[in-house]
């Protein structure tokens, strides 16, 4: 059987007609395999989900208990029937939870990532190299420019403000599942023992976290400090929230905001941004190249992103590749935006 028979892109995203399934679908199906929390891949309304423990929870913690019809948790590292493929989950390394899902029909893998990267993060399993014939490769920063760097160097340079204007606080924009967390634990890893405040759309997601064994140390809710208290400390909020009346409460704030988006100054300074970081739970443009070349896979297929480059890329290098044109799935964490808002008030 061709690849494009195991998996194919339809309107409610990757389609496997011989699994009876889809992957991350965009719209309600009877059947869907989620590689990670997020909203852009994770939807309620499906008739049954399968998906690892963690994602499950974060998503009965956005949606509610009753978010599908049925569901089924599968480790790292299982495989299981569906239809006439098996299916493999394998870390992604994105946020606490995330999926790679390997499809096996015959003798033919297809690995479809999900989101991912493959530098270190203390809060969730390492990314994990899956030998495969193709490799379904997500490219949110698929050009050479985005080149991100050591997440420990952007923490040194935060640290380094709060030392400079102790009087001020510091504001870090960053999304509530995933890099708010992983933001805190590189903060902690510095040495920086001192509470760390947060917004109350983080909590319900960052509490859950520390369930699963991972110590973010003091975390404390911003609401209710007084202003002068909160000068010198070090607060995380959704990226909406760091530059709007919010704000107003806090002695003369430094807006920070942790992306990998940051390595484009235009875009700092368009969101008012005094303290860019450019930390990113995406591969960078090395990150994607190196990954495809280790997967082994001589075909590629590129989704939701710079596709055109990376495709580009893939077919200098020998590889066969196109793009999914995919539609449905945003900027980094974008679509969590309005999720949080609805998880607390401020």
């Known amino acids: 059987m061709r690849p494009q028979d195991i998996l194919m892109p339809v309107a409610a995203g990757l389609c496997c007609k011989p699994g009876g399934f889809h992957i991350d679908p965009v719209r309600p199906v009877e059947r869907a395999l989620i590689t990670h929390g997020h909203s852009d891949h994770a939807r309620a309304g499906h008739g049954a989900v399968l998906a690892t423990q963690e994602t499950l929870d974060i998503m009965r913690l956005r949606y509610g208990e009753n978010f599908a019809g049925s569901t089924q948790a599968i480790a790292y590292g299982e495989t299981i029937r569906l239809g006439d ?6 870390p992604a390394g994105h946020v606490l939870g995330s999926a790679q899902i390997a499809v096996n029909h015959g003798a033919t893998r297809i690995v479809a990532s999900g989101d991912y990267k493959d530098a270190p993060d203390p809060t969730c399993e390492p990314f994990e190299i899956v030998p495969c014939d193709v490799f379904i490769t997500e490219a949110t920063f698929g050009l050479p420019v985005f080149r991100h760097g050591s997440a420990s160097n952007e923490i040194a340079k935060l640290l380094s403000s709060v030392a400079l204007f102790p009087e001020r606080a510091h504001l870090v924009g960053a999304y ?11 903060i902690r890893a510095a040495g920086y023992d001192a509470p760390i405040y947060m917004h109350g759309a983080m909590e319900k997601i960052t509490r859950y976290y520390e369930s699963r064994g991972i110590n973010l140390g003091d975390l404390r809710l911003a609401k209710g400090m007084k202003k002068a208290d909160l000068a010198g400390t070090i607060t995380l909020a959704p990226p909406t929230a760091i530059t709007d009346i919010w704000t107003r409460r806090f002695p003369d704030p430094v807006a920070a905001f942790a992306s990998g988006w940051m390595r484009v100054r235009a875009r700092a300074r368009q969101k008012g941004i005094e303290l860019p970081l450019v930390i990113s739970d995406h591969a960078d443009w090395d990150g994607l190249c190196a990954t495809i070349g ?14 055109d480059a990376l495709v580009h890329w893939c077919q200098s290098k020998g590889l066969k590749a196109r793009p999914l044109d995919l539609v449905g799935y945003g900027e980094e964490g974008e679509n969590d935006e309005a999720v949080q808002e609805s998880e607390a008030a401020s």
């Open 85 to 90: 493929v098996d299916v493999t989950f394998h």
């Open 176 to 186: 509530s599942l995933g890099k708010a967390q992983r933001v805190i634990a590189e």
């Open 294 to 307: 280790a997967t082994g896979a001589g075909e590629v297929w590129v989704t939701h992103g710079q596709e």
